[in-house]
């Protein structure tokens, strides 16, 4: 195939995948050739995306970044998921050692104490285990929506990562929490119970709360931090990037 590299080509790209509806635009990419890659986090959006994957029997690897410190409700999904589907989410873990590197730079909870620890840490349990997952990817698939939060609100289809060379695809851009809830209630896609908790968006369990009524989706996720735009570096962009300390190679 013709590589899918730059701006220029993710624009088009983009423009495309605006015309199409979910199943098409999933489609479309696992036709373009090149390893495409989903990483869910099993979140709602995200259970979405896999049911349509799964049902539509597309040539897209499905990936989870199981890192250790999940909610037991998260990782008995992964699972059911698998079972409802007959497909299978690779897992990729933090290693060992630099699990204990970090814990002993910082404590095992150090993610607690400042934003630098805390990067460190989605660093050695999520930015490396990405890293292998996206090995040799031409896209990456992710469940981002523009409604999640404001760091999110111009999310586009399809863009270029130049720091990973691949394509970034976001085909539920443009989609709002009640159509992910009535997507998932008209097709039976099993979806994490602390959902129906007051957990809108689920992440680590030392490193999510439930939201207050009128919160955004994502005020439960790293809560203690002021920055409302926080995120866990997996998807920045490049300018916001460089302002985040680069995760510890302890």
């Not at 998260?74 to 690779?90: C, N, R, S």
């Not at 863009?159 to 085909?171: G, M, Q, T, V, W």
């Amino acid at each position: 195939m013709t590589a899918l590299t730059g701006n220029g080509t993710a624009q088009a790209l983009n423009d495309k995948l605006a015309s199409l509806d979910l199943a098409g635009r999933l489609a479309l990419v696992a036709e373009l050739g090149g390893r495409a890659v989903f990483t869910t986090s099993l979140g709602i959006e995200d259970q979405v995306i896999t049911a349509v994957v799964g049902t539509e029997r597309l040539a897209i690897d499905v990936v989870t970044l199981e890192t250790g410190r999940l909610f037991k409700e998260t990782v008995d999904l992964i699972d059911e998921t698998e079972g409802q589907y007959g497909i299978t989410i690779a897992r990729y873990v933090p290693a060992q050692d630099d699990i204990d590197a970090y814990a002993a730079k910082y404590g095992l909870n150090g993610f607690y104490e400042s934003v630098e620890a805390r990067h460190a840490c989605c660093g050695v349990r999520k930015l490396k285990p990405l890293a292998r997952a996206l090995e040799g990817a031409s896209f990456w698939i992710t469940g981002l929506r523009r409604g999640q939060s404001g760091n999110r609100a111009d999310t586009p289809f399809a863009e270029f990562d130049a720091d990973r060379n691949l394509i970034k695809i976001n085909p539920l851009a443009d989609w709002d929490i009640d159509r992910i809830k009535a997507y998932v209630a008209d097709n039976a896609v099993p979806v994490n119970p602390m959902h129906n908790r007051g957990y809108p968006s689920i992440g680590c369990e030392p490193c999510t709360r439930a939201i207050k009524p009128g919160e955004p989706e994502r005020a439960g996720r790293w809560w203690w931090e002021n920055d409302e735009k926080r995120e866990c570096g997996l998807h920045v962009h490049e300018a916001t990037a460089s302002t985040i300390p680069a995760p510890s190679a302890a």
